[in-house]
């Protein structure tokens, strides 16, 4: 048998994590780079490797062990595992973005300046273009990401969002709604993120404890058009006109 019944730390009522004792028997149908990339060899070397927070080899995979059909085929549970588990992901990384993290630094340009929109790519902009938005994911130092948080974790993610939304300039301020105190407009809500749900509960099944997100959704409106929610993957979702930032 290659996993076994072994109690988790983080297993939860609703969630359990497996424990692969050998490598998974990867099959046809699985082609993720996690697959690809985990040999024999780099298995027995990881397999008894956690983080501080516990986030093992086993709940690394466990999401491409379980849906072959996923792209990259692992979660990271904290930001240590990508230093823990690099002989892992450093391959996929440079195999899915075309960036050596070993060698290679990230770059970040964040003067508008610099861009170029000639005549022609305003016209074609104005003739085929209805809406557009901007997205930046960010995670917060210091609390587990999703696939390794407990509901204790994503309380304290809560509280530092919503010290940052007390904190957001006039034109920017609102009302902040956490679910479970709406009253009446609670169901509306989540008719609302319903979307938002569906299209990531199949990997949440598999890596996460699903109750865990949907009791800790939120929405912060703004006073502006512009609005915010704590989503599916605790992150902050700013939604300005034309501009969406998400802070994981």
């Known amino acids: 048998m290659w996993y076994n ?31 690809k990339t985990l040999t024999p060899e780099l298995f027995a070397k990881l397999k008894n490797v956690k983080s501080s927070k516990g986030y093992s080899l086993s709940n690394v995979i ?5 849906l072959p059909d996923l792209d990259i085929g692992c979660t990271m549970g904290d930001e240590e595992c ?16 075309q960036f050596d993290p070993a060698t290679q630094t990230h770059k970040s340009d964040l003067n ?9 790519d305003r016209a074609l902009f104005a003739k085929y ?8 994911a960010r995670n917060i130092s210091g609390f ?5 948080s407990s509901m204790e974790d994503r309380l304290a993610v809560e509280e530092v969002l919503k010290t940052a939304f007390s904190n957001l300039p006039n034109n920017l301020k609102g009302t902040y709604f956490p679910l479970g105190g709406l009253g009446d407009q609670e169901d509306e809500l989540r008719v609302r993120l ?8 199949s990997l949440m099944c598999v890596c996460v404890c699903t109750p ?8 912060p409106h703004t006073h502006t058009h512009t609005h915010t929610h704590i989503d599916t993957h605790t992150c902050a979702c700013f939604h300005l006109p034309g501009v969406a930032i998400h802070m994981c």
């Open 194 to 201: 319903s979307l938002s749900l569906s299209l990531s509960l």
């Open 112 to 120: 508008y300046d610099r861009l170029v929109f000639t005549a022609e």
């Open 62 to 66: 466990q999401a491409g062990v379980l």
């Open 5 to 35: 019944s072994l109690i988790d730390p983080k297993d939860s009522e609703d969630f359990k994590y497996i424990n692969f004792t050998e490598l998974p028997p990867f099959t046809d149908k699985h082609k993720s780079l996690m697959c």
């Open 212 to 219: 865990i997100f949907i009791h800790t959704l939120s929405h």
């Open 82 to 97: 990508f230093e823990l588990f690099k002989d892992l992901i450093d391959p996929i990384v440079k195999d899915w973005h």
């Open 129 to 136: 273009v209805k809406s557009t938005r901007i997205r930046a």
């Open 144 to 148: 587990s990401l999703p696939a390794g």
